[in-house]
């Protein structure tokens, strides 16, 4: 993803501070500062959370769940797990933490707490309401 992509994806696309996009992927906002300078590149699971991100922000209804999940008190730990659910993955390979954001690997062991799957719960049935109503 370009340095313009990232920018515009946290200001535009998800309107959200670069210290809790930067929590979401599980870095640092100095590195999102980076990226959006074109000083460097995001690499490795950063970058695949990234462009997971993306896809998920180009549908409405991943949009409107992520949106959804930003805004609960799990804010950005429910948003990063969502990520991870709504990409094909489960809540075991997302992204997600109690205490802060951390990254975890495809099949890694992920705690989750009570009140950020609730929050991906709320999200999730929003998202398979519309789908049933649309039918």
């Known amino acids: 993803m370009t340095s313009d992509e990232i920018e515009t994806l946290r200001k535009e696309v998800l309107n959200i501070s670069r210290d ?6 599980g870095v ?10 074109d000083e460097s590149s995001p690499q490795g699971i950063a970058l695949q959370s990234l462009l997971k991100l993306k896809d ?7 949009r409107e769940a ?7 008190v799990g804010g950005a730990a429910a948003a990063g797990a969502l990520i991870g659910v709504l990409a094909g993955g489960s809540f075991l390979s997302g992204i997600a933490g109690v205490a802060g954001v951390a990254i975890t690997p495809v099949g890694a062991p992920l705690a989750i707490g009570g009140g950020v799957a609730f929050v991906l719960y709320k999200a ?10 649309q039918e």
């Open 66 to 72: 992520i949106l959804t999940a930003l805004s609960s």
């Open 28 to 37: 640092t906002s100095k590195t999102v500062y980076r990226w959006e300078r």
């Open 56 to 62: 998920i922000t180009d549908d409405k209804k991943g």
């Open 20 to 25: 809790k996009f930067a929590q979401m992927l």
């Open 124 to 133: 999730l049935k929003k998202i398979f309401e519309q789908d049933t109503q």
